[in-house]
């Protein structure tokens, strides 16, 4: 391991030696090992786990609704935060600047024209445009099939019951199903694993298998399938495009709708 790491901090050193260090970096070719996986697994479970114990424990439900909410809150402001400082550290790990080992800066190519760069920003608008529409489909159709066999999902609106429906923390729960899980989520599945299983096997089954873990880790066993092809659709994006922005920009559209829809039914 302190061989890989030796590798990457030299490549890192001629980078800068020829570019001059002030000089925007374009995203290395960074071998993930297991520690990263690992960490931000455990991570994740445990935050799983502690936040349902807490809110599932006595103490908690003894508080009003309104408090159990702003429990469920607050847990959910602390686990991003915990998993930003996780994804920090691993940047700083590998000794590279988080946006670009996250590939959060959508830089021009050398070969590419102007022009091209913004065909290809085009392109991924498009891209964006067209799998949000196809997921929302196959997620209708999902919903209108199971219906058909009497298996149906709690009311969307309980998605403000449980985050409480005043101002405050409507205004909060937006920002954090709409604004903060893309953004952490697409770093996780997409910038960690995802590139990590593409080091191991062909990128539509890394793809997939990532889209497994995105749809387990969400915890629903109706929802299940639709998280499967919304993963998938991200993969495909954080797989063909330069940056990690189009699946961030697919996650945030594709929960801002399930939003509007808690929104429209609790009318």
Not at 161 to 182: D, E, H, K, N
Request: hydrophobic share 55%; net charge positive; aromatic share 12%.
């Amino acid at each position: 391991m302190a061989g890989k790491h030796s590798k990457k901090k030299e490549q890192h050193s001629r980078s800068q030696l020829r570019f001059g260090p002030s000089a925007p970096q374009s995203r290395p070719d960074v071998m993930w090992d297991w520690f990263d996986v690992l960490l931000i697994s455990i991570t994740l479970v445990i935050a799983f786990f502690v936040s349902s114990n807490v809110v599932q424990s006595t103490l908690a439900q003894l508080l009003p609704g309104s408090g159990q909410a702003m429990l469920r809150l607050i847990l959910v402001l602390v686990f991003y935060v915990i998993e930003i400082l996780v994804v920090v550290y691993i940047a700083h790990r590998h000794n590279y600047r988080f946006s670009t080992l996250y590939r959060l800066r959508s830089e021009k190519d050398d070969l590419e024209t102007p022009l091209q760069w913004v065909i290809n920003g085009v392109i991924s608008l498009l891209l964006v445009a067209g799998l949000l529409l196809l997921t929302q489909a196959l997620a209708r159709g999902w919903t209108i099939m199971t219906a058909n066999y009497g298996w149906e999902p709690s009311s969307t609106g309980d998605l403000l019951t449980m985050f409480g429906t005043t101002p405050v923390s409507i205004a909060i729960a937006v920002f954090s199903v709409v604004v903060l899980a893309p953004f952490i989520e697409e770093i996780i599945f997409r910038g960690v694993f995802l590139a990590t299983f593409e080091t191991m096997m062909a990128p539509w089954v890394a793809i997939l298998i990532t889209a497994l873990l995105f749809a387990i880790y969400h915890a629903s066993i109706w929802a299940f399938v639709p998280h499967v092809m919304l993963g998938i659709a991200l993969g495909y994006l954080a797989t063909t495009r330069k940056t990690l922005w189009p699946a961030i920009a697919l996650h945030a559209l594709y929960n801002a709708v399930l939003m509007a829809a808690a929104f429209y039914l609790s009318l």
